[in-house]
């Protein structure tokens, strides 16, 4: 999904582009995340697709932080219901 569709449904849910925009979503788990202290801030950057500045190092390291980013998912989805029922 393009982050143009994401926004677009977020304004027919009534969200102006001033209250959530689609990448409103990626900073609110970058930064809850980060402030949980639980996860390496490698693995969340892998997770949210900040590729490895280095060609070299980028080319070889598509799976790293894999088991981290798995129990990273599991942790946010457990975040975000938290969230959801209050």
Do not use: C
């Amino acid at each position: 999904m393009s982050e143009n569709t994401f926004n677009q449904a977020l304004r027919n849910m009534g969200f102006s582009k001033d209250e959530m925009t689609a990448h409103g979503f990626r900073t609110t788990f970058s930064t809850l995340a980060n402030e949980s202290g639980l996860w390496n801030p490698d693995a969340i950057e892998r997770a949210l697709a900040h590729a490895e500045q280095d060609d070299v190092r980028r080319a070889y390291a598509r799976g790293e932080f894999w088991d981290e980013r798995v129990r990273l998912a599991d942790w946010w989805a457990g975040q975000a219901e938290q969230m959801r029922s209050g």
